[in-house]
Structure formats: C-alpha cells, structure tokens
C-alpha cells in the first residue's frame, strides 16, 4: 500500500470517529442516581465517622439481591442451568462467600482464587484462565470434587493429564473456543475449527472427562456477539461426529454482562474525545456527560434463550453456564474519602488515592462525586484528586453538593467491579473494607 493511499485511509478512519457522537447522558437518569444514593447518606456518614479514614463499603444485600434477579432473569426461559460468580471481577471473600449462599459456583482463574474459593467451602468451581501453571493444575487435581477445569490449550490437556494420571485422579474438564480470530483476544482458548481435533485428542486422556465448551465475549452492552457465537457454535456442532458431539454436557457462555445504567463516559472516553487528546488540542466541551446505552439483564436472558433454544437445544439438551463478574458486584461496593485540602475553588485534595482503583479510570470514566456533608442536585466545576504523588491520581472533574469544604465526606458509588481486584499498594495503603448489609 503506497504512503499517499495509507494515509487517505487513516485520515478517512479518524473523520469518521470523529462525526460518531456518543450521545449525552440524560440528566434525568443523572439525577434520579444521585438522589438514589444521596437517600443513604446516614448510613454513609455514620460509617466515615466511625472510621475516619478511607473505605470500601462492601453492600451484602445488594449482592444478593443482583444474584436473585440474575437467576430469575435465566430460569423460566432456561431451566437447566448454572451459575458462577467471576471472582476476578471483585475478590473480596465477603462477595465471593454471599455468592455461595445464594446458590452460585465459582470461576476462579489462578491458585490464589482457587485457594480462597475452597476456604469458603465452595462445592462448585470452574477453573479458567490461560498459562495455568503446573502447581494450579495439581490444585485443581487434588480437588476433583469439587473443581471442573476449562482447559485453554492442547498443551494444558496434556499436561493435566499426565498430573491427573500420577495422582489417579479423573477430572472434568472443558475447552475454551477463541471469539477473535486476531488482536489481543486470540490469547484465549482455540479456534473452533480445532474443536473436532481436541475433542479427539481429549478421548485419548483416560483420566479426564472431556463434558463441555466455554466461550466469553466481553464488555456485552446488548447480547449481539454471544448470540452471533451461538449461532456459528451450533454450526459446528452439528458438523461434529456423533460420538463427539455425545460427549459434550454443558455450554458455558461465559460473562461479560454490562450493568443496564450503560458506559458513563467523560469526554476524553468517547471516540471523538480520544483522537482530540491524541492531537494533544483542548477539547470545546470538556465537563458534559456521556454514555453508551445497555440492556437489562432480562432483555439478555429473553435474546439469549432464543438464540440458544434455536442453534443449541435442538441439537441436546445441554445445560446452560453463565459466569457474570461485573453485573453482579459492580452496584455492591462504594468508596467513602474525605477532602483534605482546597486549592482554590477549582482543585481538591483527598485523603485517598487512585490506587484504590488500581488504574486511571476516571480521566475516561465518569461517576458523580456526592459531597455527604452537603447534598444538594447541584453539579460544580472542580478537579478531585487523590493524595498520591502523581498527576495522574484523579477522581473526576465535578462533585454534586452545595460547596465544598476541607473535612466534607465524600461518596464514590458503584465501584464494585475490577477496581477492588485491581487495588494496589503504590505509596499509600488501600482502604479498609466495611461490610453492611442493609
């Protein structure tokens, strides 16, 4: 491709992002989310001054409640089904052990989780996950009873054999198929034209039963994908041998479900916004809201079902697996901080800092900032930041309130999912987690 046409065609890609506007968010949906944890601010500021220092605050019931619905969403329309929480999306014990009692297994991914689920008594888990280590699999072996691994290569089927085989252990085991021919998510699982070759392959280990096929598609605002890999999943089953196609007892299509408030974006997190920040140019509108909308959970489970009942269930009866991370504990923890400083109208400081979150989340995402000592529906201009050493520690570029003082309370909602999981010791401790249950 000559330099000229390359050109032509990223500079057609870039005008294209850039005429792609990412709708606003509805103040009404803002304002009914502030007012919603505003209402709890007692309880809030009850437990800040009880503790005076930052914190998670872990809601049980909230858990519980989101596990209830999750599988009253799938049982009517998919009544032979299962359950398991991604402890990756938040590893708190407390979660993973409110998820046990309400009837869900788990899916860890490494001998830390595994070690952790079987602490709790979990009597259901999945391990999955790449690169498993010799000493994950002779874990997962040990306790055969009570752990299914899905396997992410024919190396991993190999060697699991040969561990299961010197322990005289037999093992249920499953494979992933890759969704993404290309790019970074071609490190999970095989393609699924190897299925028919594994599936053969697994039939010679006589110390592992070869039952089913996971897949994942992540970052699901709306089941298109899944249901596009349903669809292509049940092609290639029909295309299997009989004798191997009898072998398969469950399908597991993994997780990925958004929460159904959608993607709250600041401008930088939208694609027009990003290409302004590339070319390093002030943006024209910098303190507006945006966000990419989702389906509910029952929207998920009424597509899902017919795509599954349509390509899959005519084929067998399998049982239907679902391993949700992010839907189940994002709405579940909240953070509580504290203002330590003012510099000026426009910048404050507080006692917690970003690594709280593990990541620079908040210069793409947007959650509103609620000021507990001051409510009020009222959103002003100004940049909280945390107490770290760096630029990069921030919380976002407004706060709802009346003003904002030195000693205010300050709550961060919903930040449940892969933050916790992601906390990191840089410079200052991470918070102290708090479980209510309200």
């Known amino acids: ?43 809030f500021l009850r437990l800040a001054h009880r503790y005076d220092e930052p914190l998670y605050v872990l809601d049980t019931e909230m858990l519980r409640q989101r596990a209830s619905r999750f599988r009253k969403a799938f049982l009517p329309v998919l009544p032979d ?3 398991y929480y991604a402890v990756k999306s938040n590893n708190h014990p407390d979660v993973s052990r409110t998820l046990i009692s309400s009837g869900f297994g788990l899916d860890v991914s490494s001998d830390q989780e595994l070690g952790m689920a079987l602490s709790l008594g979990a009597e259901d888990i999945v391990f999955s996950g790449p690169g498993k280590t010799d000493s994950e699999l002779r874990m997962a072996a040990e306790n055969s009873d009570r752990v299914a691994v899905l396997l992410d290569s024919f190396t991993e089927l190999y060697r699991l054999q040969k561990i299961a085989q010197d322990q005289r252990k037999r093992i249920r085991v499953g494979i992933r198929l890759s969704t993404s021919s290309s790019g970074l998510w071609q490190k999970f699982g095989i393609p699924a034209e190897e299925l028919t070759r594994f599936c053969i392959a697994a039939s010679s280990c006589t110390n592992l039963y070869f039952e089913g096929i996971q897949f994942h598609t992540s970052w699901n605002l709306n089941p298109e994908k899944q249901t596009l890999f349903i669809a292509q999943l049940g092609t290639l089953l029909s295309s299997l041998p009989r004798s191997v196609r009898d072998s398969i007892q469950f399908i597991d299509i993994g997780g990925g479900y958004w929460p159904e408030h959608g993607e709250w974006l600041q401008f930088a997190g939208t694609k027009k916004g990003a290409i302004i920040k590339a ?15 989702s389906q509910s959970i029952e929207c998920f489970a009424k597509t899902l ?12 009866p399998y049982r239907i697996c679902f391993e949700p991370g992010r839907w189940i504990c994002n709405d579940a923890m909240h953070l509580i901080l504290r203002v330590m400083d003012l510099k000026g109208d426009d910048i404050a400081i507080t006692d917690a800092g970003t690594n709280a979150v593990g990541w620079e989340r908040f210069e793409t995402d947007y959650c509103p900032i609620l000021n507990l000592d001051r409510p009020a ?20 570029y407004s706060y709802w309130g009346k003003d904002l003082q030195i000693g205010d309370t300050l709550l961060i909602p919903n930040q449940g999912a892969y933050t916790y999981s992601l906390r990191q010791n840089f410079i200052k401790a991470v918070p102290r987690v708090v479980s209510i249950t309200n």
Not at 34 to 42: C, G, M, S, T, Y
């Open 1 to 43: 491709m000559s330099t000229a046409l390359h050109k032509d065609r990223l500079v057609g890609k870039l005008q294209k992002q850039l005429d792609d506007d990412t709708p606003l968010l509805p103040e009404s949906r803002l304002h009914q989310f502030v007012e919603q944890h505003f209402a709890q601010k007692e309880s």
């Open 81 to 83: 089904t299962g359950y």
């Open 279 to 293: 070319a390093q140019m002030q943006p024209e509108r910098d303190r507006e809201h945006y966000y990419l909308s």
């Open 305 to 316: 079902s017919a795509a599954i009942g349509e390509h899959l269930l005519t084929i067998k």
């Open 377 to 396: 529906l009222e959103e002003h201009p100004c940049t909280i930041m945390g107490s770290l050493c760096t630029p990069q520690d921030l919380w976002g």
